[in-house]
């Protein structure tokens, strides 16, 4: 990973909101190649992720550990579904299955990242307050990455990246173009179904799946 991103994370990692609330998770941070095809953008991560946990030495990106995510991307045709069907529950789940997914992000040009990096013992979306203060390090990485085009997962990622209110099941009726509202780079941007959870798996792998296809075939 480019060492400016490094050094943006190293920034992260010195949150003040995790410092007052005594949170002892470890931020998570983007990881993909730079000058990706597709980045894809979520809220915040939960403890669920394995690289939450403060011992824990290797890379932090989100969802390590959710085969369930990866799942939906394959689906959708991002990434492999060998590759991703054949991932363990988070209990059996090792190095070599996050070597796995990250070959898979660099090989397929996917760059992925949460707005904010701070990671919660819930499942709650963050105060606004720490969105706003994180906001300039999502600038920062999209503006690194340079992505072709950027997929929203949740219409919070979208309304915050486009300043745009939506409500996912009227947009896809009659689906229109939106940018990005944070880097100046004017990036299309994607809005998907949340892929787990209190979101809509199966909704979300067909948008990818058809977005995928669109953009293979201009």
């Known amino acids: 990973m480019g060492s400016k991103l490094e050094q943006i994370y190293k920034t992260v990692d010195k949150c003040i909101f995790c410092s007052k609330q005594k949170n002892y998770l470890q931020h998570i941070h983007g990881f993909g190649p730079l000058k990706s095809q597709w980045m894809l953008v979520l809220v915040n991560p939960t403890h669920k992720n394995l690289s939450s946990h403060p011992d824990y030495l290797g890379p932090r990106f989100p969802f390590i550990g959710v085969r369930q995510f990866w799942k939906v991307l394959a689906d ?21 299955d996050t070597e796995a997914i990250q070959n898979e992000l660099l090989k397929n040009k996917i760059f992925i990242t949460n707005i904010v990096k701070c990671c919660y013992p819930h499942g709650n979306y963050p105060e606004k307050e720490v969105i706003k203060s994180q906001l300039g390090v999502l600038k920062k990485e999209i503006n690194l990455i340079k992505p072709k085009q950027i997929i929203a997962f949740s219409t919070l990622v979208h309304k915050t990246l486009t300043r745009e209110t939506i409500k996912l099941s009227e947009y896809w009726k009659s689906p229109k173009e939106s940018f990005e509202k944070l880097s100046g780079l004017n990036i299309p941007v994607i809005p998907v179904y949340f892929p787990i959870g209190r979101g809509n798996p199966k909704k979300a792998a067909q948008v990818l799946r058809k977005r995928y296809n669109k953009f293979h075939a201009n």
């Open 76 to 96: 959708g045709g991002l990434i492999s579904k060998k590759v991703a069907y054949d991932l363990p529950l988070r209990a059996q789940w090792t190095n070599k």
